[in-house]
């Protein structure tokens, strides 16, 4: 079967790994200079830049585990524990770790009865039903019950632990406030937090798309290579990307929602496109702030998280790259990442940004020279939200699309590596299962 696969993200080169791995013939067309999406890599200046997603989750993650041990490629990632520093309003500093949660019970700055609350509701949560793919939309749609997350963590942990175990964790994962998220997946997270185990490939998280499409003959990888529409010619699919025409017998679109929307118009229904349409994206941005030569080579933790109660804050973390990933700085050298919240961009230009980066960074590890250079990633639509009803409302897009397209993304479930590898690797299956 001749399948065509638009984007080239994780999401779109597991779905060609997978559909390569039974034997058809694959076409992966990428309109980006280069493969992996929002977890590319920028190389400057010696420096090896995340632009997106800056690490794995382990065994939550085990559908990108499972694809990655049959390309013999596990063992070449490199485990990161994720030591953190929670920053008060006061500039207390509390020590945690970001690959267990358990740790955050020992904040002094939640009381007894805070702790014996925060213990109750996790016991509770982990004999509840719960989605057993915190990926996989259809499961995550049966536990929406409509409440967001910042309402949840109040009512059932109180305002302590919202403020300093929820609020930074959500802010670093997905810059938004909670307020605005539902709660089936991060309960499945929870639920599934024995088997959190944080690790990064030896070249940044770019490097998993890299993989997943080496057993890919190079002349059916077409990087720059932007779709211009989808054409029905004798009953078979054309993609008219430039002045080629690529025919196929199925496709996998692994874009954006609103760019699959785009490229099928009239090939679906309105219904289709209404719910691909409202897939709520969010603006995004973070900085990499570079230094040839470490500033703060013994500092005791990876990444600071503001924290307090109340009150925006403008950012979610900083992370120092040269331990979440060494080799992605030179040799002596050190990058700082600073991850923004949402809600603040608006009103700040890209200069504001970059210097609010720097000013955040000295702040939460003390002074340091002038660095090398500063690197804004900054997005329009750089993240999407899955607000209460959102995974209901897209899972049943699926259901909408004529037999031969399958659509793949992190917008179907929850924004991450894993929900792009898996919504790929299903939309394969499905390819191959219906012959």
């Not at 990161?80 to 358990?102: M, T």
């Not at 700055?109 to 915190?134: E, H």
């Not at 992605?328 to 990442?337: E, I, L, N």
Request: proline residues 6%.
């Amino acid at each position: 079967m001749k399948i065509v696969v638009i984007g080239a993200g994780p999401a779109g080169c597991a779905a060609a790994y997978t559909a390569n791995k039974y034997g058809h013939d694959v076409q992966l067309l990428e309109a980006a200079d280069k493969v992996g999406g929002r977890t590319k890599q920028l190389e400057r200046d010696g420096f090896n830049l995340a632009t997106g997603a800056l690490f794995l989750m382990g065994g939550i993650y085990p559908r990108t585990m499972a694809l990655l041990k049959e390309m013999n490629r596990y063992h070449q990632l490199v485990p990161w524990e994720g030591r953190a520093e929670l920053a008060d309003d006061d500039n207390e500093r509390y020590a945690v770790r970001f690959d267990s949660i358990a740790s955050f019970l020992r904040l002094p700055v939640l009381d007894l009865s805070a702790k014996v609350r925060v213990i109750g509701a996790g016991l509770k949560l982990m004999l509840s039903a719960g989605a057993a793919n915190p990926f996989n939309g259809s499961e995550l749609a049966r536990f929406d019950q409509g409440e967001n997350l910042e309402d949840w963590s109040r009512r059932r942990l109180g305002d302590q632990a919202f403020e300093y175990i929820v609020r930074p964790i959500m802010d670093f994962l997905y810059a938004v406030p909670p307020k605005v998220l539902s709660t089936p997946f991060p309960q499945a997270i929870i639920q599934q937090s024995h088997k959190l185990k944080l690790s990064v490939p030896p070249e940044g998280i770019g490097q998993i798309s890299e993989w997943l499409i080496e057993s890919i003959p190079g002349n059916r990888v077409h990087v720059g290579c932007p779709v211009e529409r989808l054409d029905r010619v004798n009953g078979r699919w054309q993609v008219v990307a430039g002045t080629q025409k690529y025919e196929a017998d199925a496709l996998v679109i692994a874009t954006e929602a609103f760019t699959a929307a785009s490229l099928l118009q009239g090939f679906v229904e309105d219904d289709a496109q209404a719910r691909l349409l409202s897939t709520p994206y969010t603006a995004y941005a973070h900085v990499a702030i570079a230094y040839e030569t470490n500033p703060w080579p013994d500092y005791p933790a990876d990444m600071v998280l503001p924290v307090g109660i109340g009150g925006v804050r403008t950012v979610g973390a900083m992370v120092l790259h040269g331990r979440r990933s060494p080799g992605s700085v030179p040799v002596g050298g050190q990058a700082v990442g600073v991850y923004f919240n949402t809600p603040p961009l608006a009103g700040m230009s890209d200069e504001d940004i970059k210097q609010e980066a720097v000013r955040q960074v000295h702040a939460a590890f003390g002074q340091a020279p002038t660095p090398s250079f500063v690197q804004l990633f900054r997005y329009d639509k750089g993240l999407t939200i899955a607000k209460p009803g959102h995974y209901e409302q897209l899972d049943k897009v699926h259901d909408l699309l004529p037999a031969s397209v399958k659509l793949a993304g992190d917008y179907f479930s929850q924004a991450g590596v894993e929900a792009a590898v898996y919504s790929g690797e299903r939309a394969a299956l499905e390819i191959e299962a219906s012959g």
